[in-house]
């Protein structure tokens, strides 16, 4: 596999792949860039947010709401845990726990406490 990168200012983001054969591994990269463009809503201070997969590090459910955490916000949203499952299968965002659903592709690094709790490090945290 040959990655070229180049920077064009003005333009959007833009990703071109060429294959000799599409083939499981062609299609899975391919479904794993566009699940990178997924959004949902969330509410923040009476305001609704579109958030973007890639920018969610982990869900939450606490009293029957749902929080989606970034690197600065939190957000709430009308959906369950069980619903942005279904939404987000096949992603880097799976359930770690009953209330926490976690995007791995945003885990740095887990340890364990000697109370058996795991304390984790996110990416850019």
């Known amino acids: 596999m040959e990655i070229k990168t180049?920077?064009?200012?003005?333009?959007?983001?833009?990703?071109i792949i060429e294959y000799p054969l599409l083939d499981a591994k062609t299609k899975r990269l391919i479904h794993k860039i566009k699940t990178l463009d997924f959004v949902v809503n969330g509410n923040s201070n009476g305001k609704v947010f579109q958030v973007h997969i890639?920018?969610?590090?982990y869900m939450e459910a606490v009293d029957r709401k749902t929080f989606l955490?970034?690197?600065?916000?939190?957000?709430?949203?009308d959906k369950k845990l069980y619903e942005f499952e279904e939404i987000f299968r096949d992603t880097g965002i799976i359930r770690i726990s009953k209330s926490c659903l976690m995007n791995m592709d945003?885990?740095?690094?887990?340890?364990?406490?000697m109370n058996s709790q795991l304390v984790h490090r996110c990416i850019n945290s």
Do not use: C, F, N
């Open 6 to 15: 180049r920077q064009i200012d003005g333009k959007p983001l833009t990703i």
């Open 54 to 57: 890639s920018d969610i590090y």
């Open 69 to 77: 955490y970034t690197k600065d916000e939190v957000y709430m949203s």
């Open 106 to 113: 945003m885990l740095y690094s887990v340890k364990q406490l």
